[in-house]
């Protein structure tokens, strides 16, 4: 698990985000007190879905018949429930949506309640040029002892970081799972104090499959060109050294056959498989390579016969 950093706490960008999203996400009373808040935020193609785990416990002589909280005003609820049903809720939207939550079975005194809701919102996202920012901020109205929230980015994305800025995530651990980025937050809060939880991310660069099929098409199509260009150069260069053959006399073609045959043939090999003196195959080679039809390499004590640049 991988530990992520507190931000630069002067970022202009930040300032102005929670000045415009301060959103209050606990409840607006105190009629229960809240003692595990679990917060799981998953990041999809173009909204956020969020789901919220509560355990309340009502600290007060009389039943509890209803909740409210704050929420994004583009709210979209998936569902309200708790242990026992689904529950009938309300939404008042202003600057904020209200949720209004009404219990099937009301809460009794010194009774503690798992509530659970999820919905979906646009408002926590927001491009950023080349990278996405996530964006939470709540403030609650009581103290919260055990408070944990984990973020779900996108798959096959990444952290960004640009100069002077670090990732908002205090005492965070980073995952990966499938691919799927995961970062973890357990802490706890105090009454009133607003909380940040900000994440840059990008989608990570991906190979383009359209320049790997374009690359596949290229191949298939140079390796055939390639082939036949390669057979008529050969072709070629068979004609032109025939033609060569023609304007030499009998030793002398006869010695540029066998290179021919076989380039890096010796001198020493060549004069024993013509038959000629070493006197007169040196003549006879000396005279080709300043025609520029054969080249000789040094390789130890002897030479190594190859055809030179006209052929």
């Not at 032109?240 to 304007?247: A, E, H």
Request: proline content about 4%; hydrophobic content about 40%.
């Amino acid at each position: 698990m991988k530990e992520v950093k507190l931000m630069n706490e002067k970022s202009p960008i930040v300032i102005l985000t929670i000045n415009f999203l301060l959103l209050v996400l606990l409840p607006t009373t105190c009629s229960a007190q809240v003692l595990t808040y679990k917060l799981i935020s998953s990041i999809e193609e173009g909204f956020v879905e969020e789901e919220h785990y509560l355990t309340l416990f009502n600290n007060f002589s009389y039943s509890l018949n209803q909740f409210s909280f704050f929420l994004p005003r583009d709210v979209e609820m998936v569902y309200v429930k708790d242990v026992y049903s689904n529950l009938n809720f309300e939404i008042e939207r202003n600057e904020k949506a209200k949720l209004m939550i009404n219990f099937s079975i009301p809460i009794k005194p010194k009774e503690a309640r798992l509530l659970m809701f999820k919905y979906k919102t646009r408002e926590r996202i927001k491009p950023r040029g080349n990278f996405n920012e996530y964006l939470l901020v709540f403030m609650p109205k009581q103290d919260i002892q055990d408070f944990e929230l984990i973020l779900k980015l996108p798959r096959n994305s990444e952290l960004y970081s640009s100069k002077g800025f670090e990732v908002v995530v205090p005492k965070a651990n980073l995952s990966v799972l499938e691919g799927r980025p995961i970062l973890k937050w357990k802490t706890s809060i105090q009454a009133n104090h607003p909380q940040i939880f900000l994440v840059r991310f990008r989608s990570k660069p991906n190979f383009d499959f359209l320049i790997l099929v374009s690359i596949l098409i290229l191949a298939v199509t140079l390796v055939p060109t390639y082939k036949f260009g390669s057979k008529v150069w050969k072709t070629y260069r068979k004609i032109r050294r025939l033609s060569m053959l023609k304007i030499l006399n009998e030793r002398e073609r006869r010695v540029l056959e066998e290179i021919i045959k076989k380039e890096g043939i010796t001198q020493l090999e060549l004069m024993h498989k013509l038959g000629f003196s070493k006197a007169s195959l040196s003549k006879i080679l000396s005279r080709l390579e300043l025609r520029g039809l054969v080249k000789k390499k040094r390789w130890g004590k002897m030479n190594k016969l190859y055809l030179g640049e006209k052929l």
